[in-house]
Structures are given as C-alpha cells and as structure tokens.
C-alpha cells in the first residue's frame, strides 16, 4: 500500500513482530477501509524447515490499498486500545503488529468460531 502522508505510526518494540515470520493466507471479511485476513505466525527463532516449531493461526487486520491518513490513525487507535487492555478473557487478544516497513499490520488471535454474527 502507498499511502501519501506525514503520519508516523508509533513503534513499540515489546509488540513488533518481524514481517518474514507473517504469512497472509486469505481474507476473513472486509469493512469501509480495511480487511481482516488470516494468517500464520511462524515462531521466531525456528528454522526455515524445522517441522517441530509451531506456527501460530492468527487474524491480521491491515488497510485497502484505498484507505486515507484518518483510517490509517484510525487503525492506529485501535491497536493501542489493544495494547492498553492486555489479556483479558472476554477480549480479542492482540499478539503483535508490524509498523515498519510496509503497510500497518495489527495481529491479533484468530477465533475459530468465527465472527459474532
């Protein structure tokens, strides 16, 4: 995504994860601005082919390609409502985010139920 704006997106290094351990697989749903795909988090120190390292099914929420700086702050406000909440049983748990290099990624745990609908 190319977004032109001035707008830095906070890092917090407790949170960043590395974008080669993320692997999009297919998209879960979609809003005005943004998707929700799921993924796999691969753990951080395996090897390319180590089979015994488990690999973690996450959802990602990122922005369309279409969105503007207000979704992007947004996005952003969301995450750090995460962050701020931390673990807790009745709340979506938030894993990570890549903020650098490419497009806001905000991990979170994937339910297997499915949305709320």
């Known amino acids: 995504m190319t977004m032109l704006t001035d707008y830095e997106v906070p890092t917090d290094l407790a949170w960043e994860i590395d974008r080669s351990r993320l692997k999009l697989c297919d998209v879960l749903g979609e809003g005005a601005f943004g998707e929700v795909w799921r993924g796999i988090l691969r753990p951080k120190y395996a090897k390319e082919n ?68």
Do not use: W
């Open 50 to 117: 180590d089979k015994s390292a488990k690999e973690i099914p996450v959802a990602v929420k990122k922005l369309k390609p279409s969105a503007q700086e207000k979704e992007l702050i947004i996005l952003v406000g969301e995450m750090q409502i995460f962050k701020s909440i931390g673990e807790h049983k009745n709340v979506l748990k938030l894993i990570g985010c890549c903020t650098g290099l490419g497009p806001l990624f905000v991990i979170l745990e994937l339910c297997p139920y499915g949305n709320l609908r």
